[in-house]
């Protein structure tokens, strides 16, 4: 190489590897044109080290090459990091953008690999939070078109199974995980059964029932496998369940204190109170889908309301109406269709659907039974349900309704104070009578909500938000009764764990009780 060519040319050592550039294609970069612009060493001996991952600056140069024109998923977390170092700040926001717009559940693989702590676009405690939070979404979650559907559980490689089942998963028990780990093996049991005894270990088995565990140990798939699954709670000096994830399941008490000011009160599963936060509003609070692991949703209303929570700055902030859209159709700051791609849904779906009773009522429930079909027969039911109780027309709009879902059963509650259970499966509908009061008030439907609980799987709670008073359905013997007023002494003098007593809040109005996921740091906190 002859001197001029070589006075052309910068030499760059990134750790091992030896790359020699052209410097007229490396001043595109502003950290390169300002060293080239000065003496300095690394300008009289045009040479330069840095210290990069070796794979993600060849990418870096490759891109460079291509004149900054081609974004991929791929590489745009690592691309963004190096840009940022470089001073690239026009090309940083449009990995921002590129990422804001195209980041489906279908990347998962690609974009865990990139993710550090300290990663731009998404760190790996927000990428963390986010796979936790919709793990029941993600197992489930699929792309369809008229001929097929493509669920991208299925298609994950086993590395990404391995990642996403070690997380602290926000689910109502661990079946669910062996439920996901097992679905994955039998899309492709030839190839992936070898992979089943590795994933099963992440199964944290102190905390299954005697019956899941049971009817793991009798599943044909483990059994063949040799797999001998146990409870660790007689081999606790083996045992690596860090932590029983189905804790973080939550009933929740929001009441309106004075002017904008909440309480937020946090019942166990077993109606035990857990704690309770005074809650200041925060307009500023981002709306985004992607959140810190210090912030929860928690939806109401049927799903049609929600409310976002910073538990480390005690503040919160409401979703309006058209607010929902991430977690439903659309946000006040990205349109309708941008965040639809992480719950895709057959193009057959009439535009009724877009308001979304999907998986937002109480806390996700469809994609907790892993019934894909109670999503389309609820979409169905709720055209025909007021038609088959009282033979009225059913408003087209699902904002006049109160919903839950337990296992195979959707119960409504119309605005004329019809109630009922469509069973998914049978595709049955039953009308039920409401409680009958004792007082002489009547029930309003403006005043009603309804919600259940995955641990309390045989009951519905029917609430009053005018009186507190909480009236609970049980679906075995198909009665009502009175289950309690919502008088909660948020700071008991004892550590009696009572959740109901005869000690009212000091609260203008009960907005709701609901349930929720809330993280397992805050809650042991």
């Known amino acids: 190489m002859d001197s001029l060519e070589a006075d052309d040319q910068l030499t760059i050592l ?41 794979q993600d600056f060849k990418s870096f140069l490759s891109w460079i090459k291509l004149d900054s024109a081609i974004i991929d998923m791929d590489y745009v977390i690592t691309l963004c990091d190096i840009s940022d170092y470089f001073g690239m700040d026009y090309e940083v926001q449009k990995f921002n953008e590129y990422f804001r717009q195209k980041f489906s559940m279908e ?23 986010f796979i936790c939070c919709h793990f029941l979404r993600i ?32 689910i109502y028990s661990e079946y669910q995980v062996f439920e996901a780990i097992e679905r994955w093996v039998n899309f492709n049991v030839d190839s992936r059964k070898c992979h089943l005894e590795r994933l099963l270990r992440l199964v944290r088995w102190c905390y299954l029932g005697d019956k899941d565990l049971f009817e793991i140990k009798e599943n044909e798939l483990v059994k063949s496998s040799g797999f001998q699954p146990r409870s660790c709670l007689s081999f606790k000096d083996n045992c690596d369940c860090v932590s029983d994830r189905a804790k973080q399941h939550c009933l929740i008490i929001i009441e309106q204190l004075e002017g904008t000011d909440l309480r937020i009160i946090v019942l166990d599963s077993k109606l035990v109170l857990l704690f309770n936060r005074d ?13 810190d692991e210090h912030v929860s949703i928690i939806f109401y209303y049927s799903g049609r309301k929600a409310i976002r929570v ?37 193009p057959s779906f009439s535009p009724f659907y877009r308001y979304k009773i999907r998986d937002k009522t109480d806390a996700g429930f469809f994609y907790a039974t892993g019934h ?3 999503e389309y027969w609820l979409n169905r039911v709720m055209r025909t349900a007021d038609k088959i109780i009282n033979d009225s027309r059913l408003h087209d ?35 039920i009578e ?23 799987a045989d009951r519905v709670f029917l609430i009053d938000a005018s009186t507190k008073n909480v009236f609970c359905f049980n679906i075995t013997n198909q009665e009502w009764s009175f289950f309690g007023g919502l008088f909660i002494d948020p700071y008991p003098s004892s550590n009696s764990g009572k959740s109901f007593g005869n000690c009212p809040m000091e609260s203008e109005k009960l907005i709701t009780l609901t349930q929720a996921f809330l993280p397992l740091d805050l809650i042991y906190t």
């Open 434 to 456: 409401l409680p009958k009061l004792r007082e002489t008030n009547e029930l309003e439907y403006k005043s009603l909500f309804i919600t259940s609980s995955k641990v309390h």
């Open 139 to 170: 197992k489930n979650s699929y792309a369809a078109s008229y001929s097929f559907k493509k669920y991208f559980w299925l298609e994950y490689p086993v590395e990404t199974i391995e990642y996403i089942c070690a997380l602290n998963l926000m």
């Open 397 to 431: 709009w699902v904002m006049y309704f109160r919903l839950t879902v337990l296992s195979d059963n959707i119960f409504i509650l119309t605005n004329n104070l019809a109630f009922g259970k469509f069973n998914v499966r049978q595709k049955h509908f039953k009308k």
């Open 372 to 374: 894909e079909e109670s």
């Open 279 to 291: 809650l200041k509003l925060d307009r500023s609070i981002s709306l985004n889908l992607l959140h």
């Open 107 to 129: 990347h998962l693989p690609t974009i865990i690999h990139q993710v550090t702590e300290t990663s731009m676009l998404i760190n790996s405690h927000t990428l963390n939070a």
């Open 310 to 346: 910073d538990w480390n700055r005690n503040a919160y902030r409401f979703f309006k109406d058209t607010d929902i859209g991430p977690y439903i159709s659309g946000t006040c700051e990205l349109n309708v269709n941008y965040w639809s791609k992480y719950w895709r849904r057959p």
């Open 14 to 54: 990134n750790r091992s590897t030896e790359y020699r550039i052209s410097k007229k294609l490396i001043r595109k970069v502003p950290y390169f044109e300002r060293m080239l612009s000065h003496e300095c060493l690394e300008t009289k001996e045009n040479k330069v080290e840095l210290d990069f991952d070796e």
